[in-house]
């Protein structure tokens, strides 16, 4: 019994200090830029309203949800990118990492609370853009599923929490302008691994088969969070194979193992 209420109080206590560190982080990055985001967004729905019906007579309106539900995932990768690859090198470079880990507070909390405080950004800021747009197309009188537009916005926080955790722990490895393009090429090319894939059962070379088949298995399938084109063509037909739950469940094991392996690194390295 006193073991068992021992468990639960530290488990309280480091709750305690991953939600302090998740707290600054969310309250610093939405005071700083999260409103030029949105204000960008904004801009780029009216423009879209405004000009797609002059040039995409009769296919304005599904060309208006494109270009909204693409913008909010652009920007939203910008801020992951541009933010998450500096969360942890900023500290060490101002050497604040120093007096973080010198408290009671373990490595593991620090990321894991760097990566919770982010990631509530995220849902903030593709909460808010949703909301705008939908806001948008209902006072424009354009049609749309609210129910699928907004689980085509859940699973892209779901894959920028998973790009979070990949931005993470490339700023963990590597230099920020080197873990911004790793990220970036993440992002790219893990919405390819399956076209990847296709390439291997084509071409005649091992070696290409080899490095095909390796790159499918490490990278995410990013496809499996992005149902843009599904939305926007009014149906969901769960991507790139099973179901809704299963490719949701995909991305949160893979952003679990995306943040062991930046624990991992963290914990070896020397300040």
Known sequence: MASAMTLSSSLASSWGRIWTIARNVFLEVIRDRILYVVGVFGIIMVMAITLLPEVAAGTEDKLIVDTGLAAINVLSLFVVVFIGTGLINKEIEKKTVLVLIAKPVSRAEFILGKHLGLSLVMLVLIGSLTALMLGLLSFSEI???????????????????????????????????????????????????????????IAESENFSRIAEGLFLVLPDLERLNLKNEIANGFVAPPSGGGLLENAAYGLIYTALLLTVTVAVFERRQF
Do not use: C, W
């Open 143 to 201: 049609p749309y599923q609210l129910g699928l537009m907004l689980l085509a916005t859940l699973f892209m926080f779901l894959e920028m929490v998973l790009l979070i955790a990949a931005a993470m722990m490339f700023g963990v490895i590597t230099s920020t302008v080197l873990a911004t393009l790793m990220t970036l090429a993440i992002f790219a090319v893990g919405h390819e691994t399956r076209n990847i894939l296709a390439l291997d059962k």
